[in-house]
């Protein structure tokens, strides 16, 4: 397969470094140093594009991949304002997208254990719940794209909840999402469920970048000459 890196700073780093050992090939590697070179030209020398950039330009480089007829892996988060643009574009194009917050399998795990534990919480009015996600000091959004999906699917079937906001809050409508910034971690997600009495807690910690870009890599395999708007989903239901 030949990709297109879209982004190579540390994620893009990892994804070639474990795209090489299987065999695989990166045509272009797109950075702040080159960006004239993400052409229509340049992009169709590959099979996908996996997108792990900036908000600032990740919309762009989406839109790109459609008007070239290449499919796109996108990790970028904090654009997702733009979603309707990028998804009725990708429609308008007959253009290839898949878009994760978080590629890591054993987040994707963790989303399916949020989703039913909350299930489980709806009703139970005693608890209040949180989310608390910590990252390295270089990472651009916050909260995490992560996070968001995490207080989204809580949102979704928690009829006490209305919005969330990255601060602390005592307003019963409103989902707290605690955001931290620390040395060079990889990312961690809690959500908690309290009452006065006692705590549940369910927890996922990355310990390095491998674990992303692996599973970045898996969409990018899944995504060869596909058309459509696919997510991590997709990818999993394959692999099982």
């Known amino acids: 397969m030949k990709i297109i890196l879209a982004g190579y700073g540390k994620m893009g780093k990892a994804i070639e470094e474990i795209a090489l050992t299987k065999g695989h090939e990166i045509v272009l590697k797109i950075h702040s140093g080159n960006p004239d070179d993400f052409t229509t030209e340049n992009i169709q020398r590959g099979d996908v594009c996996i997108d792990f ?5 990740a919309v762009s480089n989406i839109l790109s991949c459609f008007n070239a007829g290449v499919p796109i892996v996108s990790g970028t988060t904090g654009w997702l304002n733009h979603w309707r643009e990028v998804t009725d574009a990708c429609k308008e194009k007959n253009g290839g997208f898949l878009y994760a917050s978080n590629f890591s399998i054993g987040v994707n795990l963790f989303f399916e254990l949020n989703d039913f534990l909350a299930g489980i919480m709806k009703d139970k009015k005693e608890f209040n719940v949180s989310i608390e996600e910590v990252h390295h000091v270089h990472k651009k959004d916050s909260p995490s794209g992560t996070a968001i999906t995490l207080a989204n699917q809580i949102i979704d079937i928690n009829p006490d909840k209305e919005k969330w906001v990255n601060a602390e809050s005592e307003e019963k409508k409103v989902l707290p999402i605690i955001s931290k910034r620390e040395d060079e971690i990889a990312g961690i997600h809690i959500v908690k469920y309290f009452s006065g009495d006692d705590e549940i807690v369910i927890r996922h910690n990355a310990f390095n970048r491998k674990g992303f870009a692996i599973g970045a ?4 395999e899944f ?7 696919f997510s991590m989903n997709d990818v999993l239901n394959q692999l099982t």
């Open 53 to 57: 950039s900036h908000p600032k330009v």
């Open 217 to 220: 890599l898996a969409a990018a």
């Open 223 to 229: 995504m060869q000459q596909k058309r459509g708007i």
